[in-house]
């Protein structure tokens, strides 16, 4: 047995765990776990299926972020966790279609066309424009963006988008700005701070703390969609794959598993 299909098989069975110890709080104290709505008692990784497994495995094979986001002192599992929900639902030939015209219309005509979803991650060339003026006042980066409404500046910013590298940068940049917009918040736990962060990243980080906070749990902002894969808040899927996934990315278990590929290599011999 390789260590791949090892992996798969631990993969399997903690999830099986979690939902069987969900279901165990559930019958011990159905009380406790209904008053915790921000804990999806689902599988969701199983509910949304290929889309997820598929995120998990890009970002595994794309080790790049993760090694980008240690140098800039940032936990990797964390960050990835906010634009996860993003990742899953991607889709590279709606990416094509959808983008090119709508790219086209916020080029040339302005800011109302500005609110469309581009890349892996999901970004919007409204979210970019936030993020570059909040850095700028902020002074959080050294790179001069240019904040002028003219297709110049729309253009560049709409090339930025297209490139993974960048949409990393604007990942990093977020983070900066609201590690320093809510500093003043004691987090309970790393959960709930994925989940605020995840949820700000979706519904717009200008937000107040209340408004976020109150959108985390709010029915209005699940997608309405028919489908399993797209039912749930960005927060529940983002603190799934921090909780269940994160682990692939923290830079010791990524060692070992180099080590262990390593030495089944040499086994092989």
């Not at 219309?105 to 909040?134: C, D, I, W």
């Amino acid at each position: 047995m390789t260590n791949r299909d090892t992996n798969i098989i631990v993969f399997y069975l903690k999830r099986q765990l979690v939902v069987v110890l969900a279901l165990v709080a559930l019958i011990f104290d159905p009380a406790g776990v209904s008053c915790q709505t921000n804990i999806p008692v689902v599988d969701i990784s199983a509910d949304m299926g290929n889309r997820y497994f598929d995120a998990v495995d890009y970002l595994r094979k794309n080790t790049w972020m993760a090694d980008t986001l240690e140098l800039q002192k940032i936990q990797p599992a964390f960050a990835l966790s906010i634009v996860f929900p993003g990742l899953a639902n991607y889709s590279a030939l709606r990416d094509v279609m959808e983008t090119g015209a709508t790219r086209m219309l916020y080029v040339q005509s302005g800011r109302r066309y500005s609110h469309y979803t581009v890349g892996r991650f999901q970004m919007k060339p409204s979210f970019a424009e936030q993020v570059e003026r909040n850095v700028s006042r902020l002074k959080l980066s050294s790179y001069k963006f240019n904040l002028t409404n003219t297709a110049k500046a729309r253009g560049e910013r709409a090339r930025r988008l297209d490139s993974e590298e960048w949409q990393l940068r604007y990942l990093v940049m977020f983070i900066k700005i609201v590690d320093k917009r809510f500093k003043h918040i004691k987090w309970k736990t790393e959960e709930d701070k994925v989940r605020f962060y995840a949820t700000a990243f979706s519904v717009g980080f200008n937000r107040d703390e209340r408004t976020i906070k109150r959108m985390m749990t709010n029915k209005s902002i699940l997608r309405k969609y028919k489908k399993p894969k797209s039912k749930y808040r960005s927060g529940d899927v983002a603190v799934w794959f921090y909780s269940n996934d994160g682990y692939w990315f923290d830079a010791r278990a990524k060692q070992q598993e180099i080590e262990q590929e390593n030495k089944e290599a040499k086994i092989s011999e």
